[in-house]
């Protein structure tokens, strides 16, 4: 099995007494201890970089910085306040915009398409603990990641929080402050906590009563 810097060239290759393996679980999304030592090394690196990144005040030198360290397609605005821990594991369609203090968590991998666009204070989560207190064990128990997909054309109103595992089809509406536990059918206008579909999105721009087809 390839290392993880050999599949990805944006991951610090290890030192000789670095052991990558737990780096290569948390990428697999299986069970993985966070807190091991070359993990540590990089989660500080990226922190550093987020940090420096976040102190360019102009966009576009901004945007220049931050293409080499996430994955982002043309045109795309992040504003000041930005946090991921990796970077490596995010990817941006075109013309994605991100708005002032929003929360990536690319324990897991994160897409967000084309033309999508986040309002402020917005999380995206992709990792998981177990629920058993004993299992967990504090920060000493193991943890995983499930990936978070967000397609093309949505808007994820500001303070919405997408859960582990969550797809979100194209075209649709996240509102303010909802809480995304489920995976949402394309053009889908979805409110509260947790998220609850309420309308669809017809091609003609008006709306009608979301019917659950099951």
Not at 8 to 23: G, H, V, Y
Not at 91 to 98: A, H, N, P, S
Request: aromatic residues 8%; charged residues 25%.
């Amino acid at each position: 099995m390839p290392l993880p810097h050999e599949t990805n060239s944006r991951i610090l290759p290890p030192e000789e007494d670095e052991d990558p393996t737990q780096l290569a679980l948390m990428i697999e999304g299986k069970p993985y201890l966070s807190y091991d030592g070359y993990i540590d090394k990089i989660r500080d690196k990226s922190a550093k970089k987020v940090w420096e990144i976040n102190q360019i005040m102009d966009m576009v030198p901004r945007m220049d910085a931050m293409r080499e360290f996430i994955y982002m397609g043309k045109e795309v605005w992040i504003v000041q306040g930005f946090f991921c821990e990796y970077g490596f594991n995010i990817t941006l369609g075109d013309e994605v915009f991100i708005g002032a203090n929003c929360t990536l968590l690319d324990v897991g991998p994160i897409k967000i398409g084309s033309r999508t666009m986040l309002g402020p204070n917005v999380q995206i989560l992709t990792p998981s603990h177990p629920i058993s207190p004993e299992e967990r064990n504090g920060l000493k128990g193991k943890e995983w990641a499930k990936s978070v997909i967000i397609g093309d054309d949505c808007w994820i109103g500001a303070g919405a929080t997408i859960c582990p595992g969550v797809n979100i089809g194209n075209g649709s509406t996240i509102g303010a402050s909802s809480v995304i536990t489920k995976n949402i059918p394309p053009r889908s206008i979805v409110v509260g906590n947790p998220g609850r579909i309420i309308k669809t999105i017809k091609e003609d721009g008006t709306t009608e009563p979301y019917t659950d087809p099951q």
